[in-house]
């Protein structure tokens, strides 16, 4: 007889798929023990750098149902990004995650859809929908729910897709059926770690965040220390080298979420387009876009700090 953990799960998991996620993996809603050390050791080493707001909420990040009230569920959705184009060779580079509008708006409407679905179909359900946000290790919970592995850039990856997908999760008072993790299929490959460029992934499965080129060019405020003048090959926006070289990533299959399709000027943008990029060109080119967390200033001084 089928009990309805498992019922729930199914329809759950056809829903989020019909809703246009890549996949669904559910975990149940606990402490997560394997974790606590290696986020400790992360912090102490200051490898946040100035993301100070990945120190609040410990207790929180590692516990959902410290963070939701009677949580029982943690379910987890990749949504893939991975553009059909990517921007001109002669161009500064944005990392391809950001090419569309903001992704925190269009998974957190998906997410919702999904939420009431479930209302509809299963009763009373409470929960909480979290894209991206600091007090959720997503990645952790995609793996155990079996998504994927986290790779030795840090990224969760796959066999089938790689690794360009976004990460979000529902963190629900259901009981439902729970997934198994997968198995690490990086085995003696060190393309990532050998392709950064400024060194920031200091050991297998360790990123220094302090040193990451997504870190310096989209959290720091100040200036980006000049020690790294030269080291971060045209990237301006984010960083996708060490996802670029990862072998899993030749099965990257292109998204099929219009809201994710670049504005029609970005791809043709030119080294020279985005030294002259006015303040209008920005907010039109990027008016929904999560290039406008770094603001206006904020782009210029990476382009600044790319000019030889
Ligand atoms: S995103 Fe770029 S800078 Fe950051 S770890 Fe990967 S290759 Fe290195
Ligand atoms: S590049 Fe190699 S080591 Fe790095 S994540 Fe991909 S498979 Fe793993």
Redesign the pocket.
Known sequence: MINNASKYSTIIKAEAKRLGFLSCGISKAEFLEAEAPRLETWLNKNMNGEMRYMENHFDKRLDPTLLVEGSKSVVSLLLNYYPSETQTDDSYKL?KYAYGNDYHHVIKHKLKSLLYFIQDEIGEVGGRAFVDSAPVLDKAWAAKSGLGWIGK???LLTQQVGSFYFIAELIIDLELEYDYATTDHCGTCTK?ID???????TEPYV???S??????TIELKENIPTEFKGQ??D?MF??????D?CPWNRFSKPHNEPLFNPHPELLDMTKKDWEEITEDTFKKVFQKSAVKRTKFAGLERNIEFLKD
């Not at 392709?195 to 992934?201: D, G, V």
């Not at 040193?211 to 310096?216: G, H």
């Not at 984010?238 to 996802?243: E, K, P, S, T």
């Open positions: 990392s850039h840090s990224n990532c392709a950064c460029p400024t060194e920031a992934i990123v220094d965040g040193k990451c080129i997504s870190y310096f971060f090959d990237w984010g960083c996708d080298i060490c996802q070289v």
